[in-house]
């Protein structure tokens, strides 16, 4: 084999390694503790909220130890030690990731209880590579309150997330699965009946939140509410892609909000596994008729 040849495949096993997990199977608890002990010099965390006993005890201590540790959250929390901002802006902060020295921590969930075991989250823990662009983002926020770009992902505020989403389910030659909180986006609802109606694989995974959305008197084929937990999840599978991250399917989530989302082919199997096993626990007891 060629010297070329290897170094194009080690490269790709560099920037793509990442791990990626699910609370419908493992408490994240650990995972996000975890995370935050590896960090060496700083830890840089965004959520719209942060309770978990475990994760603030974690942060407390690495600010104790002198580390550069900064949080931005929506809904303030007193018994966090290090410096933390609320507010900076009249959006809703809603983005949902860790960035230290060492990696990344990128998903649907909050740093709550809620977020890390008693709802239904997702995580992906990215290695170093996507470091310094988290970093970035993070500061220009801190810094300045700008929303800036963050290289391979999606930022609302800065990348036009409502369209990408649109153009990412239009694409759609097979099969289109959404395992979303909130769905209340007429425009991304009408592509969906769309596309139904063109022969495409539609379903439908969401919360009892969907009661109250002004779509629910609109049919369509395969929809599942779950109610007996939150089911906080945020992704979009459309044939071997995902689209995941902290948006839900609304107009402030994809226009207004402080929001990121990544489309990935990569993690295609970890996503398909998690909507099969929430389709068959729940798929038998639809909430909404045809």
């Not at 207004?256 to 798929?283: C, H, P, T």
Request: hydrophobic share 40%.
């Amino acid at each position: 084999m060629k010297i070329s040849s290897i170094l194009i495949i080690f490269l790709s096993l560099v920037v793509f390694s990442a791990n990626v997990y699910f609370t419908e199977f493992v408490d994240l608890t650990d995972v996000v503790v975890d995370f935050i002990n590896n960090s060496n010099k700083f830890l840089y965390v965004s959520s719209y909220s942060l309770d978990n006993y475990y994760v603030v005890e974690a942060i407390n201590r690495l600010s104790e130890k002198g580390l550069d540790v900064r949080v931005i959250l929506e809904v303030s929390n007193k018994d966090l030690k290090c410096k933390v901002l609320k507010d900076y802006e009249k959006s809703l902060h809603h983005a949902k990731f860790m960035v230290n020295d060492n990696g990344v921590i990128f998903g649907s969930a909050n740093f709550t209880d809620s977020g890390l075991f008693e709802g239904y989250n997702d995580i992906v823990v990215f290695e170093k590579d996507k470091v310094e662009n988290f970093k970035n983002l993070f500061l220009n926020l801190w810094n300045d309150g700008r929303v800036s770009g963050c290289k391979n992902f999606f930022v609302v505020g800065y990348n036009d997330v409502e369209s990408k989403l649109l153009e990412f389910i239009q694409s759609a030659k097979k099969r289109i699965y959404v395992c979303v909180y909130a769905l209340t986006n007429k425009k991304v609802f009408a592509l969906l009946k769309y596309k139904e109606s063109r022969g495409i694989e539609v379903k439908i995974i969401t919360d009892k939140w969907f009661d109250n959305s002004i779509l629910k008197k609109y049919p369509i084929r395969n929809i599942v509410i779950v109610r007996d937990k939150m089911l906080h999840h945020k992704f979009v599978i459309v044939d071997n892609s995902v689209f995941l991250g902290s948006a839900n399917i609304t107009v402030n989530g994809l226009t207004k909000n402080f929001e990121m989302a990544y489309i990935s082919k990569q993690f295609l199997s970890n996503y398909l596994k998690v909507f099969d096993y929430l389709w068959r626990r729940y798929g038998e007891n639809k909430d909404i008729e045809n």
